[in-house]
C-alpha cells in the first residue's frame, strides 16, 4: 500500500515529527510504502510528489518547519481540482490513502474529499489549539513557550521605563495561547477573543499595576474585539479560503491605552516567530504520537477520520465531530486568570 503525506496551512513546529512518527512505524512495522505530497493540497491537485523513505525522515523530530512544505490551497478549485480530478491524479501515481496533517481549513477539505470517495485520514495540527476533539494539539506548547519567553524580555524594558507593554499574539477564534502566556509571564490583563471587554476596563487594569509600581503587561489575541467592534482588526485581505488575515490590534490598543491612562505604551506583534524553531519536548512526543497511530489507522482502514488526544491517549473521532465546535476558553479558565489581573 502506498500513502501519501501532506502538511497544510500554517506551519507549526511538530509537523515534521509526525511525518517521521508515520514513516517509520508505517515501513518498519506494516511494510508500507511513503510519498511526500510537496506544499499541501497544492502538491494533490498537481502531483507534485517526492521519495519519504527512512533516510527523508532521520532525526526529524526536532526539527522545526516542515520538509513537505505547505500552502493553504483549496484542492476544489482550479482546472485540477475536485474529487474526481485528484482520484485520477492519485491513482495514475498507484497511492492508495491520503494522510492529512492540518488545521480547521486542511481537515474540512479532508472530510469532503472523504465524503466524496477518496481515502483521507487525518492528523490534527493548529498552534491555536482551537480543534474540540482533540484535548492539545501540537505546536501549542511550543508556541507558548515561544510567547512567554518574549513576554519576558517586554517585562524587563518595560520596568526599565515604565512603560506599558502590549503583547499581541496569535489566536484567530479562540485565546489559549494568550491565556497560558499571559498567566506564565504575570500579565496584568489579557484580551482573549472570547470574553469582550472595553478599553476603559482595559485602561484601569493597567492604571492600577502603574499605581501599584509596575509596569504594566497586556497581552491580546489577535482576533479580540473591544466591545462595539463587529469583526476582528485585519487590514490584510483575505487568505486562500477567504477568511481575514488577521494582526494588528495590538497597535490599536497601544495608543488608546496611552491616551487614556497616560501611561507610555509600546506594542509588540510577536506573530509568526511563535511557528518558528523547534518544538518542545512536550510537543515533540505529542506529534510522534500522532504518528504512530496514524499509521495503525493506515492499516486498519480508518479512513474519513483523524487521530486525537483524549486526556493522555491518542484515540480517533470522525471529522465531523473535529470540525464542529471550536475549543474554546470557557469563562471559568478566564476567571481563573482574571483574579491576577491589575
Known amino acids: 500500500m502506498k500513502i501519501g503525506i501532506l502538511t497544510s496551512g500554517g506551519d ?35 502531483g507534485d510528489f517526492m521519495p519519504l523513505t527512512r533516510h527523508e525522515v532521520k532525526g526529524l523530530s526536532k526539527v522545526g518547519g516542515t520538509i513537505l512544505g505547505t500552502s493553504r490551497t483549496n484542492p476544489y478549485e482550479g482546472d485540477r481540482g475536485g474529487a ?11 497511492i492508495d490513502g491520503i494522510v492529512a496533517i492540518g488545521g480547521e481549513g486542511t481537515l474540512a477539505a479532508a472530510d469532503r474529499l472523504a465524503k466524496d470517495g477518496l481515502n483521507v485520514l487525518g492528523v490534527p495540527k493548529t498552534i491555536d489549539n482551537d480543534l474540540r476533539a482533540t484535548d492539545y494539539s501540537f505546536g501549542f506548547d511550543t508556541a507558548v513557550n515561544i510567547a512567554t519567553d518574549a513576554m519576558d524580555r517586554l517585562r524587563t524594558t518595560g520596568d526599565s521605563h515604565q512603560r506599558c507593554m502590549v503583547a499581541e499574539v496569535m489566536g484567530r477564534h479562540v485565546g489559549w495561547i494568550a491565556l497560558h502566556a499571559g498567566m506564565a509571564a504575570g500579565a496584568h490583563v489579557i484580551c482573549i477573543p472570547e470574553v469582550p471587554m472595553s478599553i476603559d476596563e482595559i485602561a484601569a487594569q493597567v492604571t492600577s499595576a502603574h499605581d501599584r509600581g509596575r509596569a504594566p503587561l497586556v497581552v491580546v489575541s489577535e482576533g479580540f474585539k473591544l466591545e462595539g467592534m463587529d469583526e476582528a482588526y485585519s487590514d490584510k485581505g483575505l487568505d486562500a479560503f477567504n477568511r481575514p488575515r488577521l494582526g494588528g490590534i495590538g497597535d490599536q490598543l497601544a495608543p488608546l491605552i496611552e491616551q487614556i491612562t497616560g501611561v507610555e505604551t509600546r506594542a509588540t506583534i510577536l506573530g509568526h516567530i511563535q511557528r518558528g524553531g523547534s518544538p518542545s519536548g512536550f510537543d515533540r512526543v505529542l506529534a510522534t504520537r500522532l504518528g504512530l497511530h496514524a499509521a495503525d489507522a493506515i492499516v486498519e482502514g480508518a479512513w474519513g477520520q483523524m487521530v486525537a488526544m483524549k486526556g493522555t491517549d491518542i484515540v480517533r473521532v470522525p471529522f465531523e465531530e473535529a470540525l464542529g465546535e471550536l475549543n474554546t476558553v470557557p469563562r471559568y479558565r478566564y476567571d481563573e486568570a482574571a483574579a491576577l489581573f491589575g
Do not use: M, S
Not at 515529527?17 to 511494510?31: H, S
Open 84 to 94: 474526481e480530478n485528484i482520484a485520477k491524479t492519485l491513482y495514475g501515481h498507484k
Open 12 to 46: 507549526c513546529p511538530g509537523l515534521n515529527a509526525v511525518i517521521r512518527g508515520i514513516v517509520l512505524k508505517g515501513t518498519t512495522t506494516y511494510d508500507l510504502e511513503f510519498v511526500g505530497i510537496r506544499d499541501g493540497w497544492r502538491g494533490v491537485v498537481e
